[in-house]
């Protein structure tokens, strides 16, 4: 059965690179995330990292991506891409040993897994957050930021770094 380019992405399972473009490793997406420090074990595979987030992220995990963004503030665009109020923030850093819910583990983890594309694909992880704070030509002037709130925004900016990958700018 053949489907167009877009039907065909959406297909793509949740957690999975669009067709076309590789997937970040759960060990760099780990990384942002705090690594070795965060994480009782190392992550090699997706389905580990499915499962860890099933069981949900530490806390600490949320704490350290938070604390380390070089240019991201902690604002409304921020709580509506990862799903999170700042006031949860602010819990999660006061008891990091709590576990973050299934939910918002796989929007963490998301959040983080679209940064190390990002990074990988400007080069360093200064210019990948400035471009998600900037209106981008391909995204009809939108801020990648702003489209991490829905699945389907996502999809558009996972879409729109693969097209930069390849050197399609539009």
Known sequence: MHHPPAAAAALVPAGMAPAGMAPTAP??????????EVFARPLHTTLEAHEMLLAGLPGQALAHLLDSLIVLDRTESLEKAMGISLRTFQRWKDRPGRPLSPDQSGRTWKFAEIL????????DRQAAEEWLERPAIGLDQRRPMDLLATPAGLQLVEEFLQRLEYGVYA
């Open 27 to 36: 060990h760099d997406i780990a990384g942002l995330l705090g690594g070795d």
């Open 116 to 123: 190390a594309r990002a990074t990988s694909v400007f080069g």
